[in-house]
Each structure stands twice: as structure tokens, then as C-alpha cells.
């Protein structure tokens, strides 16, 4: 199973705070028929930290049995539990998920030992391809390179979701772990630079809106085209998807471009009036929605 390229990291659409699977089927096909080359559910964007084991099996169930191997699914399955995540890692295995995305554990601060030990037994608990995923900024701890490297001698570790937004660690991630060793960028405005060093592609927030534009330009630049500009020209639509904290911004985008994707769950809010003006503006300019 390859997930180099773009995967989107997919938001979970509610209605009167349950699962809206119409929309969700909506959503899926966007992606299949948009050149996305894989779909990453419950992690971050999804909202999966505000919703239970039975609705995350229930999401599971359906996005495998409708999407039926036509793209593969990764599910977020990491929590700061290695037992929970080794008890969910299996199941989603069992339900027919085609790779883990595993954050690191958020809150309890482990040493880097002590991420080693839980990403093994987690991985050995399972047999499809586990992604790392290294996001400090909501985790509160980092997993340093030369420990992505350890972690990269298990064999179904496949590659790294790196968002910790510090490059100089990602060329040491590359240049440790190898060429196979599957390097994915975990921020929208650092693709290009990731790619630029070796890295195999990005999980992503901003492919929700735009996934052709993002799938076409990666499969550009890996052919050995030039596409500085183009990535460029992208800034103000990364930029204004993190106005707010994700998912709230980009929620709300695709709210304007007519997919029901519903409000945020609290603790988060829906955009502010202010910042949501300033995001149909964006969307104008890249001729996504046209009212405003």
C-alpha cells in the first residue's frame, strides 16, 4: 500500500452533533473523483478527541464498506494510552482500514524511550502500515529524529506525518531513515520544502478544499517540474485555513463551497463573523465560491 502523494487529512461533518453520512458520502467521492490518493480519517481535522469509540467504529464501518478499496483509508488511532490505542489499532484493523495514523502520546510527556516502547508495542499489535504522526504543537512533546529512526527499524513503520514545523528535523528524519522511509509534511505551507528534501508527499488540511490543485502539483513536481510558483500562489488559502484552530476555518470553507459540513463540536466554536469574512474573501479569489 503506498501513501506517498497527498492524503487528506478529512473532516468528520456533523448535523444536530451526530455523523452526517450523506455529506460524508459527498465528501468521499470528492476526493476519489479529485485525484486524492488516500483519505485519513479521525485524526485531528476529523475532531476525533471530541467523539466516542462507537461513533468512530460506526465511521469506520461505513467509510470501508462505501469507499470499498476504491482509495485507501488511514485511521488516526493514536491516543496517550498505549492500551486504548493498541485495543482501537485492532479493531480498525479488523474493520478494514488500510493504514494507522498514530500521534504521539498528548499530555503524559513521555522520554523518548518512552515513545519508542509505545509506538512498538502499538505497531506489533497490528499488521497493516503504521504512520507516525508528530504534531508538538497540540501534543506538547516532539519525537526527535534519531527516535523516528529507531521507530523506522519496525517493519510495518512505514513513515512519519511530521508537523513539528522545525525543517532542519525533517532533512535529519530523511537523512536517517533512508529513501523508503516515507516522509509526509503535516503543514499545508511546508509541502514544497518537504518534498524539496526528499520527502514523499503531505497529509493534508487544505486538500479538503482544493484536493485536485494540491494532487496535480505534487505529481508535477515529482516528474521534475518546477512548481515554486504555483505552491506560492497558495499561501493565502494555507494561511487563512489556520486563522482559527483547525478544523474550525476549514469547516467553515467548505460550509461556503455547499458541502453541510455542520459547526465544529465544543470545545470549539464556529469561525468568528470577522474571520469569516475574511475567508469568503480568499475563496473568491481562488474561485471556489462565488456569494459572499
Do not use: W
Amino acid at each position: 500500500m503506498n501513501f506517498t502523494g497527498v492524503g487528506v487529512a478529512l473532516v468528520t461533518p456533523f448535523i444536530k452533533n451526530k455523523v452526517n453520512y450523506d455529506v460524508l458520502k459527498e465528501l468521499l467521492d470528492f476526493h476519489m473523483q479529485n485525484g486524492t490518493d488516500y483519505v485519513v480519517l479521525l485524526g485531528s481535522t476529523a475532531e476525533a478527541a471530541t467523539m466516542s469509540l462507537k461513533e468512530k467504529k460506526a465511521l469506520i464501518e461505513f467509510a470501508v464498506s462505501y469507499v470499498n478499496k476504491r482509495i485507501p483509508l488511514v485511521v488516526g488511532t493514536g491516543t496517550n494510552d498505549t492500551k486504548a490505542s493498541i485495543s482501537f489499532s485492532k479493531l480498525t484493523q479488523k474493520l478494514g482500514a488500510d493504514g494507522l495514523l498514530v500521534v504521539t502520546p498528548y499530555y503524559n510527556k513521555p522520554s523518548q524511550k518512552g515513545l519508542v516502547a509505545h509506538f512498538k508495542k502499538i505497531a506489533q499489535s497490528v499488521s497493516i502500515p503504521v504512520i507516525l504522526y508528530n504534531v508538538p504543537s497540540r501534543t506538547g512533546i516532539n519525537m526527535e529524529a534519531k527516535t523516528v529512526f529507531e521507530l523506522s527499524k519496525v517493519s510495518n513503520i512505514i513513515g512519519i506525518k511530521e508537523a513539528s514545523g522545525n525543517l532542519n528535523q525533517v532533512a535529519e528524519i530523511i537523512k536517517l531513515c533512508g529513501p523508503n522511509f516515507v516522509v509526509l509534511s503535516g503543514n499545508d505551507d511546508q509541502t514544497l520544502d518537504v518534498l524539496k528534501m526528499g520527502g514523499h508527499g503531505t497529509i493534508s488540511v487544505t486538500a479538503n478544499i482544493i484536493p485536485a490543485i494540491l494532487s496535480s502539483l505534487v505529481r508535477l513536481y515529482k516528474v521534475g517540474n518546477n512548481v515554486d510558483k504555483e505552491f506560492l500562489e497558495l499561501n493565502d488559502l494555507n494561511q487563512i485555513l489556520f486563522i482559527e484552530t483547525n478544523p474550525v476555518p476549514v469547516k467553515a470553507a467548505l460550509n461556503h463551497m455547499g458541502f453541510n459540513c455542520g459547526k465544529p463540536r465544543l470545545p470549539l466554536l464556529p469561525i468568528e463573523k470577522k474571520n469569516d469574512k475574511m475567508l469568503v474573501e480568499v475563496l473568491k479569489k481562488y474561485q471556489l465560491v462565488n456569494h459572499g
